[in-house]
C-alpha cells in the first residue's frame, strides 16, 4: 500500500506487467483481471483530494464517490451536477468504496462519471504513460488503459472553471434507481445573449463507450433554445447513434426512448444555466 | 501477512492472505453477523461501518483495513442493553428471517453517525444498498425514524 504517488509508480514499474493498481477495488466483481501478482493499492497515496486551482477543480484520482457528495466546491459546480451523476452510480456503501479515478479508467457500458466527463470538458492528468495530459475526448476515444499506457497511473480528473450563464445536467434511465443504465446523458450549455453558446451532450449505454452527439451540439449552437429547437437537436443526436442490443429491453427501444431523454436532459441544463444567468 | 485492525474498538493483530475480502476475515475471527449474500456488491448483507461509514465488506480486501476502525452489529448493544435501532427494529416488527438486519442496522447507524434527524428520502437513500427480500421496507424505515428520535432524547 503506497505512501505516495512516486512509491506506487515505482512499485508498478518494479512490477514488471504483473502488478494491477486498485482504486476502490469493486471493478474486480465485473472483471478480475487474469495473471495478477500484486495489487497495488491507491488508497494511502495522497490521491484522495479535492481542491480549487486557476484552472478549475482538481479531484484526486482515489477520492471516493462518496466524498464526492459531501464537497461544497463540487455541491455547486455547473449547478449540482456532479452530485446528481454521482447519485446515479451503484448504492450507498458502494459510493464509499467506488473511486472517481477507478470509474473513469475502466469504462463499462453502464459507467456514469465518463459520460459526464465528456460533457464537461474535463481534463486527466496521469503519470508514468505516454502523455501527461488528456483531454476527455481522447480519454474515452478507447478505453482509457489503452490511452494512458500499461504503466501509468491516473492523478486526477480537472473539472475545467465555470463560465456564467452556463450549467449541465445528467439523466440516468434505468428500470429501478440502483439498477445499471439503459442510457445516461449529460449536457453542457453556456448562453450568451439569449443564445446557445456552447454546448457538449453525451451518451451513455447506447455504445461500448460513451460518445459526443455532435449532430445534436451543431443544431444548438448559435440558436435561441426554443422547445421545438431542443427537440431539433435531440432528434438529430439520437439519429446519429447505433444503439448496441440490450437483452433489458426490445430491439429499438433505446433508439425510441433516446430524443425524449435527451431533449429531457438539455432542457434540465437550460433551464439552470437561465436560471444563473437571472440571479 | 499481518495487520493491525480496530474491531469493534478492540486492537487485533489478525493474520491473512494477501487477497482476502474483509467478510472473509471477520467471520473467521467470530464475527457472524457478516452475511454474506452476493458476493458482488448487490445485496448489502455483508455490510460492515469503515471509520465510521457503510461499505461492502465482500468487495474490500482486508489489507486495506490496516490501522482502521471497523464496526459489525456484534458492537451495537447485547441481549440485557439493545441499541437504540435494534430495539426499534424489533418493536416495529422490521425483522422477518433476519439475513439482512445486521448490514441494514449498520447502514442505518452510519446515516444517523452523520444526520441525527434524517428525512425519510434521507433513509430510503442510506439503505439503497441492503436488500431485504421479507418485510418490504416499510417498517425498517420507519424503525430507522424511531431509533433516530429515541436517541435525539438521549442526547
Ligand atoms: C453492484 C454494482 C453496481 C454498480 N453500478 C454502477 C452504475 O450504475 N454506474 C457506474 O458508473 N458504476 C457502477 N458501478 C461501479 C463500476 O462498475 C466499477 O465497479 C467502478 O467504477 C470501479 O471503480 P473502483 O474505484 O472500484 O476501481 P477499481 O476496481 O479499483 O479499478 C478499476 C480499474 O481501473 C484501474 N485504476 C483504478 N484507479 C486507477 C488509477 N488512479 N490510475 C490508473 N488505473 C487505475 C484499475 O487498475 C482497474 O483496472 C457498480 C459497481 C457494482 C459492484
Ligand atoms: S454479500 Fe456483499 S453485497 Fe451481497
Ligand atoms: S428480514 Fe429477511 S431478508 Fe430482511
Known amino acids: 500500500m503506497p505512501a505516495s504517488l512516486d512509491a506506487a509508480r515505482r512499485h508498478l514499474k518494479a512490477g514488471n506487467g504483473g502488478y494491477v493498481l486498485i482504486g476502490g477495488g469493486t471493478g474486480f466483481t465485473f472483471s478480475a483481471p487474469k495473471y495478477i501478482r500484486g495489487i497495488i493499492d491507491l488508497s494511502k497515496a495522497g490521491l484522495d483530494y479535492i481542491t480549487n486551482a486557476g484552472d478549475g477543480i482538481h479531484i484526486g484520482a482515489a477520492a471516493p464517490l462518496g466524498t464526492l457528495l459531501k464537497n461544497p466546491l463540487l455541491k455547486k459546480y455547473c449547478g449540482g451536477v456532479i452530485g446528481e451523476s454521482v447519485l446515479t452510480i451503484a448504492t450507498t456503501p458502494l459510493r464509499n468504496l467506488i473511486t472517481v479515478g477507478g470509474n473513469a479508467v475502466q469504462v463499462f457500458i453502464w459507467s456514469s462519471l465518463p459520460v459526464l466527463f465528456l460533457a464537461l470538458d474535463a481534463q486527466f492528468v496521469t503519470i508514468g504513460g505516454r502523455r501527461r495530459i488528456f483531454k476527455a475526448d481522447e480519454f474515452f476515444k478507447s478505453q482509457p488503459r489503452r490511452q494512458m499506457g500499461e504503466e501509468a497511473i491516473l492523478k486526477e480528473i480537472i473539472l475545467p472553471r465555470q463560465k456564467p450563464s452556463s450549467a449541465a445536467a445528467f439523466l440516468k434511465f434505468s428500470k429501478t434507481e440502483t439498477d445499471f443504465a439503459l442510457l445516461n446523458i449529460a449536457v453542457y450549455v453556456s448562453i450568451a445573449r439569449n443564445k446557445c453558446h456552447e454546448t457538449r451532450i453525451a451518451l451513455g449505454a447506447a455504445t461500448p463507450l460513451p460518445i459526443r452527439l455532435t449532430a445534436a451540439e451543431e443544431a444548438l449552437k448559435g440558436e435561441v433554445l426554443t422547445e421545438d429547437n431542443i427537440a431539433l437537436a435531440a432528434g438529430a443526436g439520437a439519429d446519429m447513434v447505433n444503439y448496441l442490443k440490450d437483452m433489458r429491453v426490445l430491439d429499438g427501444y433505446k433508439k425510441q426512448a433516446a430524443p425524449a431523454l435527451i431533449r429531457r436532459c438539455i432542457q434540465m441544463a437550460v433551464e439552470r444555466a437561465k436560471a444563473k444567468s437571472k440571479a | ?155
Open chain 2, 1 to 155: 501477512m499481518i495487520v493491525n485492525l480496530n474491531i469493534n474498538n478492540q486492537e487485533r493483530q489478525v493474520e491473512i492472505k494477501p487477497a482476502e475480502r474483509l467478510i472473509d476475515v471477520l467471520r473467521r475471527e467470530g464475527f457472524f453477523s457478516v452475511k454474506e449474500g452476493c458476493r458482488k456488491g448487490n445485496c448489502g448483507a455483508c455490510v460492515v461501518l469503515l471509520d465510521g461509514s457503510p461499505v461492502n465488506s465482500c468487495l474490500i480486501f482486508a489489507a486495506r483495513c490496516e490501522g482502521r476502525r471497523i464496526e459489525t452489529a456484534e458492537s451495537l448493544g447485547s441481549t440485557e442493553n439493545l441499541h437504540p435501532l435494534q430495539k426499534a427494529f424489533l418493536d416495529e416488527g422490521a425483522i422477518q428471517c433476519g439475513y439482512c438486519t445486521p448490514g441494514m442496522l449498520l447502514s442505518a447507524k452510519g446515516l444517523l453517525n452523520e444526520n441525527p434527524h434524517p428525512a425519510e428520502d434521507d433513509i430510503k437513500k442510506a439503505l439503497d444498498g441492503n436488500l431485504c427480500r421479507c418485510t418490504g421496507y416499510v417498517k425498517i424505515i420507519k424503525a430507522v425514524q424511531k431509533a433516530a428520535e429515541a436517541i435525539g432524547k438521549t442526547r
